[in-house]
């Protein structure tokens, strides 16, 4: 039955293009095509006959022709088929065989665990892929590589941004103080007191070295001379333009200090700002470590059901292909081959030859069968056999039934 199945002979029609029949080889051949041609489509146009597409036409001549015999007392099934071109028959059967095997295999072995394995696999594909693109799009968005390693780096950031903020502020405080009281002493008594680390200078060293043996010296004149004198009021006056050079320099200094300190706080509020977008980021990494977290699992999770199923559907590759051959337990054992010795004679031709040879025997059988017949059939064989002189005959009277 599946030999002569539509199914497999369609296969064997489109293969091989039996639908599209090569025109006959002779003009003969070509007239009666023409003819039968002609004739069917009359049968169509009136009704007789219902119109069928060339492929089923060709699979309906196939059915017919072909000839499966079960070899007696055997699993074998012999296949025969005639035509006109040897070729062309050995290549229709052996295209047939071919076909067969496939068929049988696929209608005799399991199916579907392939296939539902391979779309639940490119399924699983598709997740994976959306899924790392939403885990990609949410990094870039937010900047985020590591959450767990930046959240360490965050905590280690803030801390050294907190001790560098306390010592600017302990600075800032310890400069405020000593500008302060520095500020306050130059104002009430024009010396800034003790010289700190901040103020002190090359220049200051300089004019203290030469302001203090000019006091000396000025205290050693106003023993000697009245305050009118020259020569004290000269002293008088280096002093003092030592002394405003003094105080000036000092108060660069203080300003410079004073300018110290803005700087400090400026760089404060610096470092508080730091300490602020910190936090508020590591807060943000804190709530978005949720949201990442989930995203993560699901591409770890469409990433194991991908990898299981595309393992799935190669097991069921192989089972499938163990299955097919255990269900291939069909064989060609001869396949047809083409004639090494032409047909003969040919369809034509016997024709003719049988005209000519049937005259032939027919002439001699009726010479034979005459020649032998030693019957009296004429005059003239009465005279030939009996070697007697015949005179007359007479004829035969039919019998007169009144």
Known sequence: QLLKSPQLLR???R????????????????????????WRQGLISLGLAKEVSPEEEAVLKL???????????????????KGVSPATITK?????????????IQVYQPKGAKEFYA????????????AEERLKKFKNQYGIIDIAAQNEANVELLK???????????????????VGVQTQNLAKTGDIGALTPELQSNLLEELLRVLGPLLAERERLALHYQQASPKLQAADRQVQALKAAYQKQVAELLKGAQLDVTALSRYSRILERYLKEIGERSLLL???QVEYEDLLREVKQNEKHYLMYLTKTEEARIEEQQEANRAANVTVTIWAEVPTVPVFPKKFLMLALALGLGFIVALAG????????????????LARDSRLPVFATIDLIPRRTD
């Not at 599209?20 to 039968?36: D, F, I, K, N, Q």
């Open 366 to 381: 009726a010479f034979c069968a005459y020649y032998l017949d030693h019957t009296i059939k004429t005059p003239d064989d």
């Open 160 to 178: 050294s941004l907190r001790e560098n903020l306390a010592l600017v502020e302990a600075k800032i405080k310890e400069r405020q103080l000593k």
């Open 119 to 130: 779309r639940q696999a490119e399924m699983f594909r598709q997740n994976l892929k959306t």
């Open 286 to 288: 804190s709530q978005k």
């Open 63 to 81: 059915q017919k022709d072909l000839d499966i015999k079960p070899v007696t007392l055997s699993n074998l099934v012999e296949v025969s088929l």
């Open 15 to 38: 293969r091989l293009g039996l639908d599209r029949p090569e025109p006959s080889p002779t003009w003969l051949g070509r007239l009666l095509e023409g003819g039968g041609e002609a």
């Open 11 to 13: 296969q064997v029609v």
């Open 92 to 104: 229709i059967v052996n295209t047939l065989l071919e076909n067969y095997i496939d068929y049988h």
